[in-house]
């Protein structure tokens, strides 16, 4: 099986012999879990002119790598919602020529991509959601709080939608509280989003290291002295999902995927936050359920059958190796499925 260093969700010093894309002076980025989503997908593209979708192509290392291990006939739908990073994913995978078709599009919309490929049915797909090591490593485009930027976060820049900037100067105590402490599991959510309306009625908050500064004042002292992480890493988190609507866009995606993979096809979902693990784990559970009667029923009088199989009781996650070389993998949590039947209506 074919190895590859190349892609998504975390950074390694570039090796000799070049970067990204064949660019030297890129960093090369690492793939998450990379051998287990192998071992989850290829088998179900190893029949001719298999369909292989990804929703989520960051730089391409996945694809690539599931691309040369898939049989030579098998065909890649590419998807990301990010510009700059679809452009560095057209060059990396610039080999596969006419095999790969690569459309801008988030990945809850990806219908539309396979409706205007003709597809009807794929044979496996994979989503891995989160930010990008792209994305979290430019100053600019404003998602961290390590380096000074505009208070942006939106994964597709041109989509129109309100920006960080939007909802920290712009949306009620209400709406901030509940977004951070929902999206972000922050317990000091309240004193944060009162900060923050606090300090705006001064001076509209414009970057990102002035958001964070208001929030790690925001935080009790005993609480910033006990702190594994920097206290805005959890503000953060939930004003980016909520900017790229993340959750939402997950369960579209999983409202729709099953509907379009082939019988014995298989679907691979690489999560790293409590919320969208668990939205993922509750769906292949229900997928894999056979009768839903209640309890109180004595026997099945629903005819429910399986649609699939899980492919792991629990979810995979990094090795010793990957995490030494790929720090930022630790979060990071594979859950895989083999769909066995058409649903019954």
Not at 34 to 58: F, K, M, Q, S
Request: glycine share 8%; with cysteine; aromatic share 4%.
């Amino acid at each position: 099986m074919a190895q590859f260093h190349a892609s998504e969700r975390a950074v390694a010093s570039a090796p000799e012999g070049g970067g990204i894309g064949g660019d030297p002076c890129r960093p090369r980025h690492i793939p998450v879990l990379l051998h287990e989503t192998l071992e989850a997908l290829v088998p179900a593209l190893r029949g001719e002119g298999a369909r292989y979708l990804d929703g989520t192509l960051g730089l391409g290392g996945h694809a690539a790598a599931i691309m040369a291990a898939a049989a030579p006939s098998a065909r890649l739908c590419g998807l990301d919602r990010d510009e700059q990073a679809l452009e560095l994913a057209r060059a990396a995978l610039a080999p596969l020529g006419e095999r790969a078709h690569l459309f801008h599009l988030c990945y809850g919309d990806f219908e539309e991509a396979l409706d205007s490929l003709g597809w009807d049915r794929i044979d496996a797909a994979l989503i891995d959601i989160g930010v990008s090591s792209l994305q979290l490593d430019e100053a600019g485009r404003g998602f961290s709080f390590n380096s000074d930027g505009p208070l942006d976060m939106r994964m597709d820049q041109g989509s129109g939608r309100p920006s960080a900037r939007h909802w920290v100067n712009r949306e009620s105590f209400a709406t901030l509280k509940e977004c951070i402490a929902t999206l972000g599991e922050e317990p000091q959510a309240g004193r944060i989003a009162r900060a923050i309306v606090d300090a705006r009625q001064k001076a509209p908050i414009e970057t990102t290291l002035q958001l964070a500064h208001i929030v790690e004042r925001a935080y009790p002292p005993a609480w910033r002295a006990k702190a594994r992480r920097h206290p805005a890493t959890r503000t953060f988190q939930a004003l980016r999902m909520a900017v790229n609507d993340e959750l939402g866009e997950l369960r579209r995606f999983l409202d729709a995927v099953l509907g379009r993979l082939r019988v014995g096809g298989r679907l691979a979902v690489i999560t790293f936050h409590s919320l969208e693990d668990r939205m993922v784990k509750q769906s292949m559970r229900h997928w894999a359920e056979g009768c839903r009667c209640p309890r109180h029923v004595p026997r099945c009088v629903c005819g429910h059958t399986p649609e699939v199989r899980l492919l792991h009781k629990k979810p995979l996650t990094a090795g010793e190796s990957e995490l030494a070389a790929n720090p930022r993998s630790g979060c990071a949590k594979l859950r895989a499925v083999e769909k066995i039947a058409e649903a019954v209506s």
